[in-house]
C-alpha cells in the first residue's frame, strides 16, 4: 500500500459558512454535529455523509456543540457568550441563557439521574422555562 493511499481521509467536513470548524460531537452512530468559526451549527448524516440540517446559530464561533436526545437536540456553547438548546428538526432556538463568559472550557450536560449522555432529554439536564 501506498503512503498517499493510506493518507487518504474517508470524509472531509467543511464549514458551509466556510471559515473552519471548530467544535465536533456524535449524536448517535449516524449524526455528526459541527459547530464553526462563523457561528453555524450542522448535523452530517455520516451515512450519505451530507449536512443533514445546517443553521446560523450565533454571531461568533461555536465552542462546543453537545447532541442530546439521540440527535433530536442539540446544546452550544458560543463565544458570544451564550449557551443555547435547539431544536434540531425545526432548527428552532428552544431555551437560552447569557454566561457573560467567552472562555474555551467547554459545556457538557450530563443526565441527572445517570445512564448515556447520549440519550438525555434536556429536560433530565437542564432547568427549562
Same mark, same amino acid.
Given at each position: 500500500m501506498e503512503?498517499?493511499?493510506r493518507s487518504t481521509p474517508a470524509v472531509i467536513l467543511r464549514s458551509r459558512a466556510g471559515g473552519g470548524i471548530y467544535s465536533l460531537s456524535f449524536a448517535s452512530? /449516524? =449524526?455528526l454535529f459541527s459547530g464553526g468559526v462563523e457561528g453555524e451549527i450542522t448535523a452530517w448524516d =455520516? !451515512? !450519505?455523509r451530507r449536512p443533514a440540517a445546517s443553521w446560523a446559530a450565533a454571531s461568533f464561533t461555536v465552542l462546543? *456543540?453537545?447532541g442530546m436526545a439521540r /440527535?433530536?437536540?442539540c446544546l452550544s456553547q458560543s463565544k458570544d457568550g451564550l449557551l443555547q438548546l435547539w431544536d434540531v428538526a425545526t432548527q428552532k432556538l428552544c431555551w437560552? *441563557? *447569557?454566561t457573560d463568559s467567552c472562555s474555551f472550557a467547554r459545556c457538557l450536560a450530563l443526565p441527572t439521574a445517570g445512564g448515556d449522555p447520549l440519550d438525555a432529554d434536556p429536560s433530565s439536564c437542564l432547568t427549562l422555562p
Open positions: 503512503a498517499s493511499e452512530s /449516524g =449524526l =455520516l !451515512d !450519505d462546543s *456543540v453537545q /440527535g433530536a437536540s437560552e *441563557v *447569557v
